[in-house]
């Protein structure tokens, strides 16, 4: 399968005074990707073979740095949204040589026949675009967000479920419930820094990850969602209540906690930075395995504990870093939780997590007013991926009863 990515070089007579890369030329290069892309794959006549054309309604550009003569410009195209006769296509161009985010643009198109009649989008040029590109599997999405091109996962159709996951892990901790979750728009993005997206030295705190989860939602087109935060993906959707709390239809709270890091915990995050710069990710994973999963998950089930350690292993140190950084630095939530009266709420905690003890996510349940408690029996801090089973089934009864 070829990829939606279309390299193209900035030439001088496209470039004004300054010797930049003029505007005029920025949207000619972008519709030259799109045109090249078609040709690479179904053909540039894929709309006229069915007496379509997608005619543009709508552009909306971010120019993000200026591009010179020379520069090659790397073009990624995602569709994000088809609907009937219309659809959404977001492009990003990054300059191939040092991967800076030149400008990111959205497109929307109505397909029209000869007399400028709307008609249904050709099945021939969505299948192609959607047809994932991403080795990475099969609902996998890369889209571009405040400069960082993140991993998601989106698959079905219903009311939105954003599941965030925790340090230092990624969307895959999920799979059972993005698998088993029929009737929900199941959406998992790996955070900057983990799993498959991008991982810059720099730029981490609860607010970005908070901020880069908002721009996922619009690029989706996704208004309402319910946040599913596990541990450090808890304190994140805190941090996006804070800031969006109109767009959440419901919360669960999974094997997290509301207070900020205390100082013996915020020197042991100095400490595992540290060791993740000397030592790397593969040291941070051993040290963290015997923490993340219940001491029953240890013994009896190797291939669950072994697929985390790769799994944290894989991790950037850079984002391990960064994570360390955001976490230790965190404000803390417990003022929030009284607030909360309107966002109906559901906590869940493993009955063997060594990280957040079932009396502490007891209380915090007790401290939002009408929030429900579930204890996972035989899961530790992972209850997702332990118990997978028990935790999807108290989920769906949770996002069912917010119909
Ligand atoms: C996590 O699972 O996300 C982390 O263990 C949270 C933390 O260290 O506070």
Redesign the pocket.
Known sequence: MPTPEIDLVVYPDECDAFGHLNQASFLSLFERARWEMLRGGPGMDVFTRSGTWPALRKTVIDYRAAAFPGDVLRFQQVLTHVGRTSFTMRQTARRVRDDTLIASAEFVFVCIDRDGRPIPVPQEFSAYMNARWDTAGDDVQRITVNGVNLAVEVRGAGPAVLFI?????DRTIWREQIRALDGFRRIAPDLRGMGQSDAPDLGYSMSIYAADLAALLDTLGVDEVVLCG??????IAFEFLRHWRSRVRGLVLM???ADA?GAD?RRG?DAAAATAKERGASAIADT?LP??VAPATLGRRPDVAEGLRTLMSSTPVAGMVG??AA?RDREGSESLLSTLSNVPTLVVVGEADG?IPPDQARAMAKSIPGARLAVIPGAG??PPVEQPEATTEQLREFLRSLD
């Open positions: 996951h925790g340090y230092p892990l596990l541990s450090m993906g808890g304190y094997a997290t906690r890091d915990v995050r963290m923490k993340l994570a360390l976490m990280l801090h992972l």
